[in-house]
């Protein structure tokens, strides 16, 4: 029976691992679609970044609220984790609670504060699930939230509910064998939750509750490993994205726009300035100027895409979103996740026919941006929206003219009169005149 | 009757003189006819406290900033480069400017085309001011005790951090600072920025510097006050469209300066 188990075990571990491996892959390749971009300046502060954001999560803070039930989540998860160590020797080498013996009355405190964080990720989820669908908070319901982003958020709390009971029920059934002198059942001492749910399984006969017990560890190891793989299909691959992201997140001041590097040699030539480097040397092949298309924006704009858990805080902050434009950050970033899914996918893989601009996002949502970076500052992983906004606007604006009107004027008054309104450069000074004549 | 002295950089050099600042005031500055009074304003000040300062007068040009904004990389650089070439010629060394969109653009977006600058914002020099004491704003007491309320400019908060020194030159009038619901990091956009400006919103269901406005009136201050020329004319637009122009008015820090030291 043992040794079935085991090989079972070993099969289901293989198995995860070899989905997990072939997921990271595929994102991997879908942030490599990319172009190139230094980020690997000043590791301090991208450490520090990394810290304080996504380990420290203090953008969350903003709103004490879900942030304080969201670090009991995440706690938890990365917490009780740590026990899964233990889930997958014991499942390996067919042993029960390997380190019970070796920790003694450490390892019942260990456990009780696990149980402890079990049934605090049991309450913050369902808190989350009625402010998603009960309480309905605005950010959780715009258009972008389709089925999948809705059916995904819900699934995603329902498992983590789902596998906090398992494992408080695996510990009360195990408690009860243990009462029972069940063979095999190391003493783990009185654990403080599921003490409490002991009475439930005392009146079953040990075969039941070996069954049971058996059932509650294979659901909560089953369910930790789909989970793992699930995620990485979900919005909620932040829960590792977050720190690369974080990471490589802009150091630069917010209002900066990225130099484009390829247009400045073309300026230089057409002023008669002097270029940089090897003039002779001929010119880098110039791609697209802008984006049209995922492999136009740079990797970290992917990784953002990756990263995004569609939690709506940009959106909620957008003046142009609250103003009912058709823009919405969050629906910036879920586009371009799912054109580089659709893109990786696909047999054509870009060549199909679509493009990021026009098929998945529209000029009227990229036109109603202010470029105010409040969604950069709202975003509790540090993802820009904002500079994919851009970039598809330089597509727009130098491949295909195809800029709103005014615009197009205002480039005409500053190229004619250096000034984006309709003025005589000569006036320019004017104002001094009334001043002088005071 | 006062005059006031207005160098430009070519005349200053031509007496082979170098001012110790160039201010740079930009396109709202120079054309919009609202917003010259800040220019005035600002250069009142200046007069008034004997700094060396110097304009470029005709030879000032768009730094670029809308036409980046809007995607236009090229006309973006040309004017640019034109305009570091002009700084070179003069050897600028620091500017101060009234506009929140010139000065990212002067102060982040140039060094990569080759123009490093000590780029200032207007809010911060004119807390260096009354941090020195060339400024005693307060001594005329025409605010005192007045509700003001400030907005914050998304290209001087969020996109550079500027979020004290615009409120510090307030409190130096004495007057009485009360903040909107969204200030600093979490500021609502006055609609104008990215080029907005420049063109029609897109349809929706309401203005955004409506909705800004709206927030700034329910402060209860009689005396917005801003620190950029989108930003100015945005929330005198919306006061105007809540037909509170009467009792409410939209003012550029270095006016309201100006005002209290009665220049
Ligand atoms: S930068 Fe653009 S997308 Fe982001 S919040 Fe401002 S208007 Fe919305
Ligand atoms: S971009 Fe950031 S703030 Fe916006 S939905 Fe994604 S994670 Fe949330």
């Known amino acids: 029976m043992h040794i079935i188990q085991q090989l079972l075990f070993i099969l289901v571990l293989g198995v995860a691992a070899f989905l997990l491996f072939k997921r990271i892959q595929f994102i991997k390749k879908g942030i490599k679609l990319g172009k190139p971009l230094d980020r690997t300046d000043n590791s301090s502060a991208r450490w520090r970044s990394m810290l304080l954001v996504a380990f420290g999560q203090k953008k969350m803070f903003k709103n004490p609220l879900p942030a304080l039930l969201h670090l009991f989540v995440y706690v938890g998860f990365v917490v009780i984790n740590i026990e899964v160590f233990e889930f997958i020797i014991d499942g390996v080498a067919g042993t029960h609670r390997i380190f019970a013996p070796f920790l003694g009355s450490f390892y019942t405190v260990l456990l009780s504060f696990f149980e402890f964080l079990s049934v605090s990720v049991f309450v913050a989820c369902a808190i989350f699930l009625i402010r998603r669908n009960i309480i309905r908070v605005p950010r959780f319901h715009k258009p972008e939230m389709k089925t999948w982003p809705t059916l995904d958020a819900n699934l995603i709390l329902i498992f983590e509910i789902l596998l906090t009971s398992a494992i408080l029920l695996?510990?009360?059934?195990?408690?009860?064998?243990?009462?029972?002198?069940?063979?095999?059942?190391?003493?783990?001492?009185?654990?403080?939750?599921?003490?409490?749910?002991?009475?439930?399984?005392?009146?079953?006969?040990?075969?039941?509750?070996?069954?049971?017990?058996?059932?509650?560890?294979?659901?909560?190891?089953?369910?930790?490993?789909?989970?793992?793989?699930?995620?990485?299909?979900?919005?909620?691959?932040?829960?590792?994205?977050?720190?690369?992201?974080?990471?490589?997140?802009?150091?630069?001041?917010?209002?900066?726009?990225?130099?484009?590097?390829?247009?400045t040699n073309e300026v230089?030539?057409?002023?008669?300035?002097?270029?940089?480097?090897?003039?002779?040397?001929?010119?880098?092949?110039?791609?697209?100027?802008?984006?049209?298309?995922?492999?136009?924006?740079?990797?970290?704009?992917?990784?953002?895409?990756?990263?995004?858990?569609?939690?709506?805080?940009?959106?909620?902050?957008?003046?142009?979103?609250?103003?009912?434009?058709?823009?919405?950050?969050?629906?910036?970033?879920?586009?371009?996740?799912?054109?580089?899914?659709?893109?990786?996918?696909?047999?054509?893989?870009?060549?199909?026919?679509?493009?990021?601009?026009?098929?998945?996002?529209?000029?009227?949502?990229?036109?109603?941006?202010?470029?105010?970076?409040?969604?950069?500052?709202?975003?509790?992983?540090?993802?820009?929206?904002?500079?994919?906004?851009?970039?598809?606007?330089?597509?727009?604006?130098?491949?295909?003219?195809?800029?709103?009107?005014?615009?197009?004027?205002?480039?005409?008054?500053?190229?004619?009169?250096?000034?984006?309104?309709?003025?005589?450069?000569?006036?320019?000074?004017?104002?001094?005149?009334?001043?002088?004549?005071? | 009757?006062?005059?006031?002295?207005?160098?430009?950089?070519?005349?200053?050099?031509?007496?082979?003189?170098?001012?110790?600042?160039?201010?740079?005031?930009?396109?709202?500055?120079?054309?919009?006819?609202?917003?010259?009074?800040?220019?005035?304003?600002?250069?009142?000040?200046?007069?008034?406290?004997?700094?060396?300062?110097?304009?470029?007068?005709?030879?000032?040009?768009?730094?670029?900033?809308?036409?980046?904004?809007?995607?236009?990389?090229?006309?973006?650089?040309?004017?640019?480069?034109?305009?570091?070439?002009?700084?070179?010629?003069?050897?600028?060394?620091?500017?101060?400017?009234?506009?929140?969109?010139?000065?990212?653009?002067?102060?982040?977006?140039?060094?990569?085309?080759?123009?490093?600058?000590?780029v200032i914002h207007h809010s911060t020099f004119l807390q260096q001011l009354i941090d020195e004491g060339k400024v005693k704003p307060a001594d005329g007491q025409a605010f005192k005790g007045q509700k003001i309320t400030y907005h914050d400019s998304c290209y001087l908060g969020r996109a550079n951090n500027v979020y004290e020194a615009p409120r510090r030159v307030l409190e130096a009038l004495d007057t009485e600072l009360v903040e909107m619901k969204r200030c600093k990091t979490n500021g609502l956009c006055c609609g104008a920025g990215g080029a907005q400006m420049f063109k029609d919103s897109e349809p929706g269901t309401k203005e955004i510097n409506v909705e800004r406005t709206e927030e700034a009136l329910e402060t209860g201050a009689k005396i917005i006050a801003s620190a950029c020329p989108f930003c100015l004319t945005m929330l005198s637009d919306g006061v105007k469209a809540k037909e509170k122009e009467e009792e409410v008015k939209v003012y550029d820090l270095a006016e309201l300066i100006a005002q209290a030291e009665d220049l």
């Open chain 1, 170 to 263: 695996m510990n009360a059934s195990d408690q009860a064998l243990q009462a029972k002198g069940a063979e095999h059942y190391t003493h783990t001492g009185k654990l403080f939750f599921s003490s409490f749910l002991v009475p439930l399984f005392q009146n079953s006969q040990v075969s039941t509750l070996i069954v049971l017990e058996r059932f509650f560890w294979w659901f909560h190891i089953l369910g930790i490993l789909g989970f793992a793989v699930y995620v990485t299909y979900s919005k909620h691959l932040h829960i590792f994205m977050a720190f690369p992201n974080t990471y490589f997140a802009n150091l630069n001041p917010m209002g900066e726009m990225a130099n484009m590097d390829s247009v």
């Open chain 2, 1 to 118: 009757m006062s005059t006031y002295n207005i160098p430009t950089m070519a005349e200053m050099a031509a007496k082979g003189e170098s001012p110790e600042i160039l201010f740079w005031v930009g396109c709202a500055g120079s054309f919009d006819d609202r917003y010259k009074s800040v220019t005035k304003a600002f250069v009142k000040i200046l007069n008034k406290v004997g700094v060396s300062f110097a304009v470029l007068g005709q030879e000032e040009s768009c730094t670029g900033d809308p036409a980046r904004r809007a995607g236009n990389e090229f006309l973006f650089q040309m004017q640019a480069m034109s305009n570091i070439q002009v700084f070179e010629g003069y050897n600028v060394k620091k500017i101060v400017t009234a506009c929140p969109h010139c000065f990212n653009t002067l102060k982040n977006e140039y060094p990569a085309l080759g123009g490093n600058y000590e």
């Open chain 1, 268 to 438: 230089k030539l057409m002023l008669g300035l002097p270029l940089e480097g090897d003039a002779s040397a001929p010119p880098a092949e110039v791609g697209r100027f802008g984006a049209k298309d995922v492999n136009d924006l740079t990797w970290k704009s992917l990784m953002d895409s990756f990263t995004c858990t569609e939690c709506g805080r940009c959106t909620a902050e957008c003046p142009a979103n609250q103003t009912g434009k058709k823009l919405s950050p969050r629906a910036i970033m879920m586009a371009t996740r799912d054109r580089v899914e659709d893109v990786l996918k696909g047999e054509k893989g870009l060549e199909d026919g679509k493009s990021l601009l026009g098929d998945y996002i529209s000029k009227e949502e990229i036109n109603a941006c202010t470029s105010c970076n409040a969604c950069v500052e709202a975003c509790p992983v540090l993802i820009d929206p904002l500079s994919i906004i851009l970039e598809l606007r330089r597509y727009i604006s130098m491949e295909e003219s195809g800029s709103p009107a005014a615009w197009n004027a205002m480039f005409q008054n500053i190229e004619t009169n250096f000034a984006p309104w309709k003025f005589a450069p000569t006036d320019r000074f004017n104002w001094a005149e009334d001043l002088k004549k005071i």
